[in-house]
Structure formats: structure tokens, C-alpha cells
T-cell receptor
Framework: AQSVAQPEDQVNVAEGNPLTVKCTYS??????LFWYVQYPNRGLQFLLK??????LVKGSYGFEAEFNKSQTSFHLKKPSALVSDSALYFC???????????FGTGTRLQVFP | EPEVTQTPSHQVTQMGQEVILRCVPISNHLYFYWYRQILGQKVEFLVSFYNNEISEKSEIFDDQFSVERPDGSNFTLKIRSTKLEDSAMYFC?????????????FGEGSRLTVL
């Protein structure tokens, strides 16, 4: 069975500082990993994905994520946070044997001016 | 930019009533999904649909739930007899041709309130 864990309910960071939102996963086959962002009262927006290839993937709004197979992690990062990055971030995983995308519990990112 | 659209944006219903939530997926997409989110928390998979049949469903998706693609554009979720615990935000999503490497595109959601 596939699962994904986001160990932090909330991450606080000052504007201009680097941010990291953590995610670890468990799958039986090859992992396909995704990050989504949700702004208040909105749907989920796709940020980036890892399927294969380079372990560092770049996505929308300056975000990137690093796939680490040995640590089964896919942490989301950004070198310099903006107040407008404040939102709920979801990590998601799908293994190569299924269609469904399974989401983590979400991490609320708060960027302070 | 093409998008997934959902109606209604908010529906209030009495317990025991039937509810139909509607979605128009992105036109060239072939995979369709329903997810729900309770109180802005975890996003839970309900069902996936491909080639006019359910491909996977979760344990949440019991006999009270059904999905249908009645024409070439709409994709609906029906809850036959709503319960208080069905109150949630329901998201429709679609993705491109058969590939589990593709990302899902989500609609803005339909908020269901069961009284």
C-alpha cells in the first residue's frame, strides 16, 4: 500500500529566508511524487513532480524538490520565501501499479514579513 | 488555460436527501477522479474513473456513492442519502491519457453542508 507522511503541521519562516517542507513516502513499486499547493477556499494547484531522472526537480513559483531514494523523502524547498507563499502544501504519491494519487495530511506554511 | 469546473460551489442539504455534484473535466483528459477534504484537512481519495467505468475506489466510496459520465463532458458524483459526516469539500480532478505519471488538475471544489 502506498502512503505519504508530512511530519510538520505548520512551518513558519521569515520572508527572504529559505524554506523546507518535509515529505516522506512509502510505495511498493516505483514512486511518482507530486507537490500541490492550496490557497484558502481554492482547489489544489500542481507545483511539481518527480517521475524519473534528476533527483532535483524544479516547479512553479520558484519551488523545487529533492528526491532521495535512500531516505524515501521528497522535501519541498525554496531559496527565498515570499509572504504570498503562505498556503497549505500537500505532498502526494502514486506508485507505478495504481491510478490513484494519495495525499499527505498537509503542511501549513506561514511566511512572516 | 483549460480548467476543471465544478457546480455547485456550495450546496446545503438535509440529512437523507440525495445530492448530485457536477464536474466538467478538461476536454482531452481521459481519467477522472473525486476527492474530498473535510475541514481544510487531509485530501481523501474517493474514486477514479476511466473508459466509462470505475477503475479504483476507496473504502469511503460505499453503496451510497455513485459516479457517472452521462455525456461527453460531464462527470457527476451522486450521494444517495446524505449523512452529517458527508459534509466536506468535494474536488473533481482529471488527468491526460492513460499514464500514472501525469499530474491531476483539480477544480475549485463543491462545498457540501449536510444539516
Amino acid at each position: 500500500a502506498q502512503s505519504v507522511a508530512q511530519p510538520e503541521d505548520q512551518v513558519n519562516v521569515a520572508e527572504g529566508n529559505p524554506l523546507t517542507v518535509k515529505c516522506t513516502y512509502s510505495v511498493s513499486g516505483n514512486p511518482y511524487l507530486f507537490w500541490y499547493v492550496q490557497y484558502p477556499n481554492r482547489g489544489l494547484q500542481f507545483l511539481l513532480k518527480y517521475i524519473t531522472g534528476d533527483n532535483l526537480v524544479k516547479g512553479s513559483y520558484g519551488f523545487e524538490a529533492e528526491f532521495n531514494k535512500s531516505q524515501t523523502s521528497f522535501h519541498l524547498k525554496k531559496p527565498s520565501a515570499l509572504v504570498s507563499d503562505s498556503a497549505l502544501y500537500f505532498c502526494a504519491v502514486r506508485d507505478s501499479n495504481t491510478d490513484k494519487l494519495i495525499f499527505g495530511t498537509g503542511t501549513r506554511l506561514q511566511v512572516f514579513p | 488555460e483549460p480548467e476543471v469546473t465544478q457546480t455547485p460551489s456550495h450546496q446545503v442539504t438535509q440529512m437523507g436527501q440525495e445530492v448530485i455534484l457536477r464536474c466538467v473535466p478538461i476536454s482531452n483528459h481521459l481519467y477522472f477522479y473525486w476527492y474530498r477534504q473535510i475541514l481544510g484537512q487531509k485530501v481523501e481519495f474517493l474514486v477514479s474513473f476511466y473508459n466509462n467505468e470505475i477503475s479504483e475506489k476507496s473504502e469511503i466510496f460505499d453503496d451510497q456513492f455513485s459516479v457517472e459520465r452521462p455525456d461527453g463532458s460531464n462527470f457527476t458524483l451522486k450521494i444517495r442519502s446524505t449523512k452529517l459526516e458527508d459534509s466536506a469539500m468535494y474536488f473533481c480532478a482529471s488527468s491526460e491519457a492513460r499514464s500514472n505519471t501525469g499530474e491531476l488538475f483539480f477544480g475549485e471544489g463543491s462545498r457540501l453542508t449536510v444539516l
